[in-house]
């Protein structure tokens, strides 16, 4: 089945799209919120900030609630992580998608920000879509900002940044990564394999 790519001009498109191919997957980019109506698995990925995401975002809004109340699997990349929190440090006066209850906040001044490279992963609970990773695996960030759910059950994965950093969140039908799988070599190619197997169970 199709996975579609959110093309809302945020997102590092075809490194994405080469990886979820390269993995077996079926990726398509998208420009128009009716292209998600029936695909199999969606692909939210973003490079930017959080405010100018959400102004371009915001057209597939309504779409992408839909996708996510029919249990469609939706895979959200770095900024396209924070976004789905209530609101962000980064901008004040913007919304986000709310659909994980929290913020987003900036990383301590104590440390190097932004965060730019490899760091390992500590697992904080088992999901379908960290099947194959495992404690100290590594993987590639690029990031100031972090989401901080009222939950904590949502968060799946930390890594070590001057604080416990949100590195992945699960709920339901929706999987979320603040480091980028399409740049993390064979182990996020392993992730980016699980989403498509997902998608085809």
């Known amino acids: 089945m199709t996975i579609a790519i959110v093309d809302y001009g945020m997102g590092n498109l075809f490194s994405i799209y080469n990886a979820l191919d390269y993995v077996g997957g079926s ?24 405010g100018q995401c959400m102004d371009r975002l915001c057209r597939f809004e309504g779409a992408l609630n839909s996708a996510r109340e029919c249990g469609t699997p939706i895979f959200a990349i770095c900024i396209g992580l924070q976004v789905l929190f209530e609101e962000s440090e980064e901008s004040p006066t913007a919304r986000g998608l709310g659909w994980i209850k929290g913020r987003v906040v900036k990383l301590p001044l104590s440390v190097m920000i932004p965060q730019m490279g490899w760091n390992s992963l500590s697992i904080k609970r088992p999901v379908e879509m960290l099947q194959g990773i495992e404690d100290g695996d590594m993987f590639y960030f690029v990031h100031s900002y972090y989401g901080q759910p009222e939950d904590k059950s949502r968060i799946v994965a930390t890594t070590e940044h001057g604080v416990a950093v949100t590195a992945a969140i699960a709920r339901d039908n929706l999987f979320a990564t603040q480091f980028h799988p399409e740049k993390s070599g064979a182990k996020g190619l392993r992730i980016l394999e699980n989403f498509v197997r997902a998608i085809r169970c």
Do not use: R, T
Request: proline fraction near 12%; avoid cysteine; hydrophobic fraction near 45%.
């Open 27 to 50: 990726p398509k980019i998208i420009s128009e919120p009716d292209e998600l109506a029936g695909v199999g698995g969606i692909v939210v990925p973003g490079v930017g900030a959080f």
